[in-house]
């Protein structure tokens, strides 16, 4: 069975992905480990988001899409039959571009992943109420609240309300696309904070436009162009030393 | 920078030209069109009040809110609770055939069904809307009632069950595409929200869209409901014009779009206590789908989800 104790979290292997007849991701090959950060960049339309969303195949949402290549999570292949995609998803959580709370209250809104996979137990769902708003670090500003709609907190305690919700499942990695694209500096700070803390327990993927964000948060990043991985290692090495001269153009803003 | 063509000058010179009292007449012409409805509407609320006024004066309230219904007789009397009780029964029974099945095609048209099916089922469901409600009445009884009766042998010929089923079956449509219009609205970023979660698409569709979408659902519910309370060719044609209090929805009963019906076909003269009874039924007719209305809108507005 699974072992969720493998220092790899996802060994992706050969991976192309196809709109219709636009390939959007071409070979990819990547390793993404436990508890590390990693930060996806390059510029619009490289296939970043598409790589993020591919991990939990939320990607087949869209119609036309075709995949070939193997993306092992522990040691099972994603794309086999026998994986089911709704549990790949507990195990996978996702934070999107704009925060997207439920139009419920903000108990509804973390205790939703729970409820739906058949958590029935009060004292359990108060338990995972509470340590998930902890962990989100949400937890002191809503506790008088929790019933209110979510839709009444701000544009950053919605989006950590989002982690929130994504952390009730207990996943093992949390996949963020462009988590903080949508939120003013404060609001953004905190959601960093956030990431670094989330590191010990979680292996997180981030997609972001921002060269300054990879750079504080991530301990590795990817580079895509293209639909290409041109570029992957220590965040350090890729800002202070990148191998490939399209990385070095697209760091240092010649270009993107 | 020289232009070689002189737009501003041709502007200024357009703009001198235009008509400024145009710009004064044309929105006070809107206004008045706006007003044609208003002055309708205020019209008939009128007359139905003081024709209605008329009738109270021979009937007491009380009188008027009894079982008893029997206009025609050498000692008449004008009790309207048993067109009430079959405008009831026959928009619940219609209620009961359109809400589970407008709903449930909603949710697939919405959520599950394919573009390609969706574009078949669409325009098929707005002919059924387009279909003018003789037709419909004559459907009732001349196809649903004998089908019926081999169901139920003790239903009589005009019946509330027929042409109830057959108002359902009228209102689908609405509901459907309401509905469905409710749920389209709401914002994918949900949608993909609750698939992150590992949701199912049934999941999704019953736990997130439905409830984001409640307010319009049951905006066309009620909209809904008060077609069929206004309904009136249907019942008319087959469900009779039994006047007996009764909940058996096996017999004929009268609905208030019936009682007005059969009265302004010749029966009641100008003037007599008949007459006037027609413009009370009308105005509790009116009261019952304003108060509909009103809480369509207070539904929606008190469910809004904002997203």
Same mark, same amino acid.
């Given at each position: 069975?699974?072992?969720?104790?493998?220092?790899?979290?996802?060994?992706?292997?050969? +991976?192309?992905?196809?709109?219709?007849?636009?390939?959007?991701?071409?070979?990819? =090959?990547?390793? @993404?480990?436990?508890?590390?950060?990693?930060?996806?960049?390059?510029?619009?339309?490289?296939?970043?988001?598409?790589? @993020?969303?591919?991990?939990?195949?939320?990607?087949? =949402?869209?119609?036309?899409?075709?995949?070939?290549?193997?993306?092992?999570?522990?040691?099972?292949?994603?794309?086999?039959?026998?994986?089911?995609?709704?549990?790949?998803?507990?195990?996978?959580?996702?934070?999107?571009?704009?925060?997207?709370?439920?139009?419920?209250?903000?108990?509804?809104?973390?205790?939703?992943?729970?409820?739906?996979?058949?958590?029935?137990?009060?004292?359990?769902?108060?338990?995972?109420?509470?340590?998930? +708003?902890?962990?989100?670090?949400?937890?002191?500003?809503?506790?008088?609240?929790?019933?209110?709609?979510?839709?009444? +907190?701000?544009?950053?305690?919605?989006?950590?309300?989002?982690?929130?919700?994504?952390?009730?499942?207990?996943?093992?990695?949390?996949?963020?696309?462009?988590?903080?694209?949508? +939120?003013?500096?404060?609001?953004?700070?905190?959601?960093?904070?956030?990431?670094?803390?989330?590191?010990?327990?979680?292996?997180?993927?981030?997609?972001?436009?921002?060269?300054?964000?990879?750079?504080?948060?991530?301990?590795?990043?990817? &580079?895509?162009?293209?639909?290409?991985?041109?570029? &992957?290692? =220590?965040?350090?090495?890729? &800002?202070?030393?990148?191998?490939?001269?399209?990385?070095?153009?697209?760091?240092?803003?010649? &270009?993107? | 920078?020289?232009?070689?063509?002189?737009?501003?000058? %041709?502007?200024?010179? !357009?703009?001198?030209?235009?008509?400024?009292?145009?710009?004064?007449? /044309?929105?006070?012409?809107?206004?008045?069109?706006?007003?044609?409805?208003?002055?309708?509407?205020?019209?008939?609320?009128?007359? #139905?009040?003081?024709?209605?006024?008329?009738?109270?004066?021979?009937?007491?309230?009380?009188?008027?809110?009894?079982?008893?219904?029997?206009?025609?007789? $050498? !000692?008449?009397?004008?009790?309207?609770?048993?067109?009430?009780?079959?405008?009831?029964?026959?928009?619940?029974?219609?209620?009961?055939? $359109?809400?589970?099945?407008?709903?449930?095609?909603?949710?697939?048209?919405?959520?599950?069904?394919?573009?390609?099916?969706?574009?078949?089922?669409?325009?098929?469901?707005?002919?059924?809307?387009?279909?003018?409600?003789?037709?419909?009445?004559?459907?009732?009884?001349?196809?649903?009632?004998? #089908?019926?009766?081999?169901?139920?042998?003790?239903?009589?010929?005009?019946?509330?069950?027929?042409?109830?089923?057959?108002?359902?079956?009228?209102?689908?449509?609405?509901?459907?595409?309401?509905?469905?219009?409710?749920?389209?609205?709401?914002?994918?970023?949900?949608?993909?929200?609750?698939?992150?979660?590992?949701?199912?698409?049934?999941?999704?569709?019953?736990?997130?869209?439905?409830?984001? $979408?409640?307010?319009?659902?049951? $905006?066309?519910?009620? #909209?809904?409901?008060?077609?069929?309370?206004?309904?009136?060719?249907?019942?008319?044609?087959?469900?009779?014009?039994?006047?007996?209090?009764?909940?058996?929805?096996?017999?004929?009963? %009268?609905? /208030?779009?019936?009682?007005?019906?059969?009265?302004?076909?010749?029966?009641?003269?100008?003037?007599?206590?008949?007459?006037?009874?027609?413009?009370?039924?009308?105005?509790?007719?009116?009261?019952?789908?304003?108060? /509909? !209305?009103?809480?369509? %809108?207070?539904?929606?507005?008190?469910?809004?989800?904002?997203?």
């Amino acid at each position: 069975m699974t072992n969720y104790e493998n220092k790899i979290v996802y060994d992706v292997k050969g +991976l192309n992905l196809w709109y219709g007849n636009d390939q959007a991701l071409k070979d990819i =090959n990547i390793k @993404i480990n436990k508890n590390e950060v990693t930060a996806i960049i390059g510029p619009s339309g490289c296939g970043k988001s598409t790589f @993020i969303k591919t991990l939990n195949r939320m990607i087949e =949402n869209i119609p036309g899409v075709r995949t070939t290549g193997e993306i092992m999570y522990h040691g099972i292949n994603i794309f086999d039959k026998t994986m089911r995609v709704e549990e790949l998803r507990t195990r996978v959580g996702m934070v999107f571009q704009k925060p997207n709370p439920f139009p419920k209250s903000i108990y509804e809104n973390v205790l939703y992943g729970p409820k739906i996979h058949g958590v029935k137990d009060k004292q359990m769902l108060q338990e995972i109420l509470e340590t998930s +708003l902890k962990s989100a670090a949400l937890w002191d500003e809503v506790k008088d609240r929790l019933h209110d709609n979510a839709y009444g +907190l701000s544009g950053g305690q919605q989006q950590r309300l989002c982690i929130a919700r994504a952390l009730a499942v207990q996943p093992d990695v949390i996949l963020m696309d462009e988590p903080t694209s949508a +939120l003013d500096p404060i609001a953004t700070a905190k959601i960093e904070e956030l990431i670094d803390s989330l590191k010990s327990d979680y292996s997180i993927s981030i997609v972001t436009h921002s060269m300054q964000q990879a750079g504080r948060i991530s301990d590795k990043t990817a &580079f895509f162009l293209m639909g290409e991985l041109v570029e &992957f290692g =220590n965040t350090e090495m890729i &800002f202070s030393n990148p191998r490939d001269k399209r990385t070095e153009d697209y760091i240092t803003g010649r &270009f993107g | 920078m020289e232009n070689k063509i002189d737009v501003r000058n %041709q502007i200024r010179n !357009n703009i001198g030209k235009r008509k400024n009292n145009v710009d004064k007449i /044309m929105p006070r012409f809107f206004l008045i069109m706006a007003s044609v409805s208003v002055i309708t509407t205020i019209g008939i609320v009128v007359t #139905l009040i003081t024709d209605a006024y008329h009738f109270f004066k021979e009937v007491s309230i009380f009188d008027f809110f009894s079982t008893k219904l029997s206009p025609l007789s $050498a !000692n008449p009397s004008f009790g309207i609770l048993p067109l009430i009780n079959g405008t009831i029964l026959s928009s619940l029974i219609a209620m009961l055939v $359109a809400i589970p099945i407008g709903l449930t095609s909603a949710m697939y048209l919405s959520e599950f069904s394919s573009k390609r099916t969706r574009n078949f089922i669409k325009p098929i469901l707005e002919v059924l809307a387009g279909i003018p409600t003789i037709v419909y009445g004559f459907f009732a009884y001349s196809f649903v009632t004998p #089908l019926l009766m081999k169901l139920i042998p003790s239903l009589e010929a005009k019946n509330v069950l027929s042409p109830g089923i057959v108002m359902g079956i009228m209102i689908i449509p609405m509901v459907a595409s309401l509905s469905e219009d409710a749920m389209k609205s709401v914002p994918n970023a949900l949608r993909e929200g609750a698939y992150g979660l590992g949701s199912t698409k049934l999941e999704v569709t019953t736990k997130v869209v439905l409830p984001a $979408a409640i307010s319009g659902i049951m $905006a066309s519910f009620v #909209l809904a409901i008060s077609r069929a309370i206004g309904e009136t060719m249907i019942v008319a044609i087959a469900s009779g014009s039994s006047k007996n209090f009764t909940f058996d929805i096996t017999h004929s009963m %009268q609905t /208030m779009t019936g009682y007005i019906v059969e009265f302004t076909s010749g029966d009641a003269g100008s003037g007599t206590t008949g007459y006037y009874s027609l413009y009370a039924v009308g105005l509790l007719l009116f009261i019952f789908t304003f108060i /509909m !209305n009103i809480i369509a %809108q207070y539904i929606s507005k008190k469910f809004r989800e904002e997203y």
